[in-house]
Nanobody
Framework: QVQLVESGGGLVQAGGSLRLSCAGSGRTFSSATLGWFRQAPGKEREFVAVINWSGGYAYYADSVKGRFTISRDNAKNTVFLQMNSLKSEDTAVYYC????????????????WGQGTQVTVSS
């Protein structure tokens, strides 16, 4: 288990960009698979992006491919989500999550979660 805290959310105009950060603590952060998920009002939590322990492999939901980039800096115990060309449908609470195994896209596979940060994209 690792502790995770998201930051960087806020209000942005459609077409703009935001970068979310998630700071982690714990002995196993650098070896953990890290992911981003989001949940909009009235909807289920959905997968956004995931990255392996080294940062060498990443996988994205179809809805964000080409617009979002996940990255990590293990020296700083931080994972990022760069969001470009934002759309109103990207509005949601964004969560980072960690697991001790390989890349997965199901939220149920992740054992550590942050509190979430609100992203609102205005039309």
């Amino acid at each position: 288990q690792v502790q995770l805290v998201e930051s960087g959310g806020g209000l942005v105009q459609a077409g703009g960009s935001l970068r979310l950060s998630c700071a982690g603590s714990g002995r196993t952060f650098s070896s953990a698979t890290l992911g981003w998920f989001r949940q909009a009002p009235g909807k289920e939590r959905e997968f956004v992006a995931v990255i392996n322990w080294s940062g060498g492999y990443a996988y994205y939901a179809d809805s964000v491919k080409g617009r979002f980039t996940i990255s990590r800096d293990n020296a700083k115990n931080t994972v990022f989500l760069q969001m470009n060309s934002l759309k109103s449908e990207d509005t949601a609470v964004y969560y980072c999550a960690a697991r001790g195994g390989t890349i997965q896209t199901s939220s149920s596979a992740f054992t550590s979660w942050g509190q979430g940060t609100q992203v609102t994209v205005s039309s």
